[in-house]
């Protein structure tokens, strides 16, 4: 696949996957993307660790639960997502940013048919999700984000080793740069190979849960969990996706 397509065509994949393991051979393939990836003097800080029995799926499923749980009680979180939350799709196209609430969360029934401006009003006023969060709304999406983390055929943690740190008062900065790339040839990787990754960030939002993830997989204590991959073979081909137009973010000789 050309490079450019991949990057066109390349999606989150929040749905389910095909049972199938990832073969051997396209594995090979996306951490050979990984290990090419550039970073500050070529420290190459990254480490992975995929995860392909259901004791450690099952581990960060829980965890994936709890915190998703925990996420619809915090006014905080709720408030910062609802900034990035659309309703619609024709809002989605037009403002060329933010997630699709439906392709996020599965509502509880009463709201499922909800006009939409009132699902906009709920977003303008987090506390009301709070409100719900206690009454128990975050269980669904919890329960379905949770199963979906235990049936992905592969999960992979993505870890920095902060011992290798290049030269210079920016070292910080530019390992997790690099660390971004790393992710990226992977992700470009796996389009080409029909392969569908989802980040999953629940589990990695509290220190307290990356501490638990640390334990349960051995991480040193000198090491950063980066990010978790679900990843599996996908089942039909990307959706939709938005972006903002160049014009919204380059700038000619000054900004
Ligand atoms: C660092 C990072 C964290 C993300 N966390 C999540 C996540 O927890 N769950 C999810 O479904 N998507 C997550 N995403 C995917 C973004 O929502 C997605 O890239 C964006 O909405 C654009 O959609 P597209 O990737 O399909 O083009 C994450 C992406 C990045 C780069």
Not at 164 to 178: E, I, N, V
Not at 188 to 194: E, N, S
Request: aromatic share 8%.
């Amino acid at each position: 696949m050309n490079v450019f397509d991949a990057m066109t065509q390349r999606r989150s994949h929040r749905g389910t996957f095909q049972k199938r393991a990832i073969e051997a051979d396209d594995l090979d393939k996306l951490i050979e993307a990984a290990r090419w990836a550039p970073s500050p003097f070529n420290v190459q800080p990254w480490e992975l660790v995929l995860i392909q029995e259901p004791e450690g799926k099952a581990a960060l499923a829980d965890l994936t639960e709890r915190a998703v749980v925990g996420q619809f009680k915090d006014p905080k979180f709720l408030d910062d997502n609802s900034r990035w939350m659309r309703v619609t799709e024709q809002e989605w196209q037009a403002r060329g940013d933010g997630v699709l609430l439906s392709e996020h969360v599965t509502l509880p029934k009463p709201l499922q048919n909800a006009p939409e401006k009132f699902l906009e009003e709920l977003l303008k006023n987090a506390k009301a999700f709070t409100l719900l969060g206690h009454l128990g709304a975050g269980k669904i999406p919890a329960r379905e984000m949770a199963t979906q983390v235990r049936e992905a055929p592969l999960l992979m943690l993505v870890t920095m080793n902060c011992k290798r740190f290049p030269p210079g008062q920016g070292a910080t900065r530019w390992m997790w740069l690099s660390m971004g790339m790393l992710i990226q040839n992977m992700l470009l990787a796996a389009t080409a190979l029909k392969i569908g990754v989802q980040f999953v960030s629940a589990p990695l939002e509290s220190a307290a849960d990356r501490e638990q993830i640390r334990q349960l997989f051995n991480v040193p204590t000198s090491y950063e969990i980066v990010t978790l991959l679900r990843i599996g073979y996908v089942e039909a081909e990307g959706g939709d996706s938005v972006r903002l137009r160049s014009s919204g973010f380059v700038h000619t000789e000054k900004m």
